[in-house]
């Protein structure tokens, strides 16, 4: 599986963008696409995620500002990102797992910088 992330850049605190990240390989079989982030100095840490039935989970310093959605038929996933803070600078990568009997499979893109400045 291979993921090509889009979409980072330098915006000022209070502007959006919008991530994107598109699987591609053979045998996807993707259970979960989502994006994490790390900061400058700090630990990965996940952001979103999105089951294909189209269940979400949002770390809680993002929700009701960050919004994640997919396109099965493309194999892509989408980050909104609104009111940006600079608190928000990092560096996200997108991920794909596949969950089976327990055992989970992750696939990470090769990130994309995002900067919020003040």
């Known amino acids: 599986v291979q993921l090509q992330a889009s979409g980072g850049g330098l915006v000022q605190a209070g502007g959006s963008l919008r991530l994107s990240c598109a699987a591609s390989?053979?045998?996807?079989?993707?259970?979960?696409m989502g994006w994490y982030r790390q900061p400058p100095g700090k630990l990965r840490d996940l952001v979103a995620e999105?089951?294909?039935?189209?269940?979400?989970n949002y770390a809680d310093s993002v929700r009701g500002r960050f919004t994640i959605s997919r396109d099965d038929a493309k194999n892509t996933v989408y980050l909104e990102m609104h009111s940006l803070e600079p608190d928000d600078t990092a560096v996200y990568y997108c991920?794909?797992?596949?969950?089976?009997?327990?055992?989970?499979?992750?696939?990470w893109g090769q990130g994309t910088l995002v900067t919020v400045s003040s």
């Open positions: 390989g053979r045998d996807l079989d993707i259970n979960v």
């Open positions: 991920n794909a797992a596949r969950v089976r009997s327990g055992m989970r499979v992750d696939y």
């Open positions: 999105i089951t294909t039935g189209g269940i979400t």
